[in-house]
């Protein structure tokens, strides 16, 4: 059973990826560091990343998040 603050986390979680995916795909302008390493390893198996790289990654990534103007939210919460 989960508990309530892993439903709203998980809301989060899913409008902040639903948004990155947005901003990634529509926004060539943005994300550049996470773009420019998914080109480079786009042939190769993929693997976790290592420490440093996903911090670098989340920090662009929020930094994008935090600077929206509208987040945009396709949950189906009929």
């Excluded at 987040?71 to 919460?77: G, N, P, T």
Aim: include cysteine.
């Amino acid at each position: 059973m989960k508990l309530y603050h892993e439903h709203v986390f998980n809301e989060i979680a899913k409008i902040i990826i639903d948004n990155l995916e947005i901003i990634y795909w529509y926004n060539r302008d943005t994300l550049n560091n996470i773009r420019d390493y998914c080109i480079k390893h786009d042939h190769k198996r993929y693997k976790p990343l290592d420490y440093s790289t996903l911090i670098k990654f989340v920090h662009e990534a929020l930094n994008e998040i935090i600077n929206c103007n509208y987040l945009y939210d396709f949950r189906d919460i009929e």
